[in-house]
């Protein structure tokens, strides 16, 4: 008589495990990624104890039964709230009533590339708080998320300056400040020649027998517009500060 003790066959983990639904939809539910669960369903197979993905409330004593590490604070979250399950009887709902979307109003583009930073924004949040927990498919799936809402973003953006090139409302920066620099230049020249200018003019208009006046008057007259120039260079200088249109007339009326 043959005394050899057989070993315990291994457990089979290609075997198919039959569930209600798919992977992808107990990981949205569960907050994790389809091959997480299918990770649930090995170690389940390995130890003759399926995870009860249809009854979220006994996950997390399935957990401590089967994993090692500790509960997930989302099984014992799930463990504690009161989740029907599929042989409780459901009671019968009212028929939901119509719901009016009419005051609901469409996003312009522009809108929505403001809400898609909104949107990734929060994607980063969420993924921040994922990476300091020690859960890699929480973090896996959350990247994914924050991946996907900064492509649609990039993509929004793209389209947006396209359009706006393409209407006229954004112009090249460089272009408008070259142009601005030539522009405060020539006036910078025109204002310094003001005086003189101013002088030449008044001289040419004035009758022959006034010349002699001029010449006396002159030497008042260029410290008068000289004077006037560099004030009104100071009003230009300060407009930033001004708060109001009462700021300014009560400047000029000094």
């Known amino acids: 008589m043959d005394s ?3 070993s315990k066959a291994p457990v089979n983990t290609r075997k198919h495990a039959a569930f209600a639904r798919q992977y992808s939809n107990y990981a949205q539910e569960f907050d994790s990624c389809a091959r997480a669960i299918k990770a649930w369903v090995k170690f389940g197979k390995q130890n003759n104890d399926l995870p009860p993905l249809d009854r979220p409330a006994e996950m997390a004593a399935w957990w401590a039964r089967v994993m090692k590490h500790s509960v997930p604070e989302k099984l014992l979250a799930l463990s504690r709230s009161t989740v029907p399950t599929s042989e409780s009887p459901q009671p019968d709902l009212p028929p939901a009533a119509p719901r009016d979307f009419s005051h609901i109003r469409g996003l312009d583009l522009n809108e929505n590339v403001q809400e898609l930073r909104r949107t990734l924004a929060i994607d980063k949040h969420l993924l921040d708080e994922a990476h300091a927990g020690s859960e890699e498919s929480l973090v896996a799936l959350r990247e994914r998320n924050y991946k996907s809402s900064f492509e649609l973003l990039r993509k929004a ?10 209407s006229g409302n954004l112009i090249d920066r460089d272009s408008v400040e070259v142009e601005l620099a030539q522009v405060l230049e ?18 040419r208009l004035l009758p ?3 010349a002699r006046v001029f010449r006396i008057i002159e030497r008042f007259l260029v410290p008068a517009v000289e004077k006037v120039r560099l004030a009104e260079e100071e009003i230009f200088r300060n407009l930033r500060s001004f708060e109001s249109p009462e700021a300014i007339r009560s400047l000029l009326a000094a």
């Open 4 to 6: 050899t003790v057989k």
């Open 208 to 210: 022959r027998r006034l």
């Open 157 to 166: 953006e793209i389209t947006l300056q396209n359009l706006q090139q393409g």
């Open 186 to 203: 020539s006036l910078r020249i025109m204002r310094e020649t003001m005086p003189r200018r101013i002088l030449a003019e008044f001289e």
